[in-house]
């Protein structure tokens, strides 16, 4: 397993903008996810986007790859309160032990 | 599916005692998980089981630390005995094997863990 890092580690925003957060990663993956945490919750599940894939998309969820640079952005369009929360991103590389990164905060303000 | 159950939500208590968090994953997964989260190391794998078999372990921080898995709807974390540095999030998560690695995770809501 391997670990990505978010960047920034803190984001805020206003209501309505959009929201980026990248992802980077050391070695070569089969696969990428990104998590969403809820302050005082668990993880949920958001989007995985396969090495062969550059981009995915689902609802308001954008997410790119480049294997070449081994990063990985997603971008949340059109940003509610609700969405605040943190964002983590796991690289897969043949293990089933996944292993998160620190996340980044995102913050929307009403 | 009620999604991975943990129990107890919160528990506190004083230094040298036993903790035993519980957790019951998702039917038909073939694979469980206990993470621990805290604000200095973020999240940390401890231990995954496939098949209720623990396959590694090497997150496992002490020996006060041990998991069990008696049968595919549950399993254990216990710490004996716990410590103030122990305090922390415990979560499990659970995943179907579906014959490709990293499938995504099924959390549960967690155990927030405080030792006094």
């Known amino acids: 397993s391997q670990q990505g890092e978010e960047d920034p580690q803190a984001l805020s925003i206003q209501e309505g903008e959009n929201a980026t957060m990248n992802c980077s990663y050391k070695?070569?993956?089969?696969?990428l996810q990104w998590y969403r945490q809820n302050s005082g919750r668990g993880l949920v599940h958001l989007i995985l986007i396969r090495s062969n894939e550059r981009e995915k998309h689902s609802g308001r969820l954008r997410v790119t790859l480049d294997t070449s640079k081994k990063s990985s952005s997603l971008l949340i369009t059109a940003s509610r309160a609700a969405d605040t929360a943190s964002y983590f991103c796991v690289a897969g590389a043949g293990s089933y032990q996944l292993t998160f990164g620190k996340g980044t905060k995102l913050s929307v303000i009403p | 599916d009620a999604g991975v159950i943990q129990s107890p939500r919160h528990e506190v208590t004083e230094m040298g005692q036993e903790v035993t968090l519980r957790c019951k994953p998702i039917s038909g997964h073939d694979y469980l998980f206990w993470y621990r989260q805290t604000m200095m190391r973020g999240l940390e794998l401890l231990i995954y089981?496939?098949?209720?078999?623990?396959?590694?372990d090497s997150g496992m921080p002490e020996d006060r630390f041990s998991a069990k898995m008696p049968n595919a709807s549950f399993s254990t974390l216990k710490i004996q005995p716990s410590e103030p540095r122990d305090s922390a999030v415990y979560f499990c998560a659970s995943s179907q094997d579906r014959g490709a690695t990293n499938e995504k995770l099924f959390f549960g809501s967690g155990t927030q863990l405080s030792v006094l």
């Open positions: 070695t070569s993956i089969n696969n």
């Open positions: 089981f496939n098949n209720n078999v623990p396959i590694d």
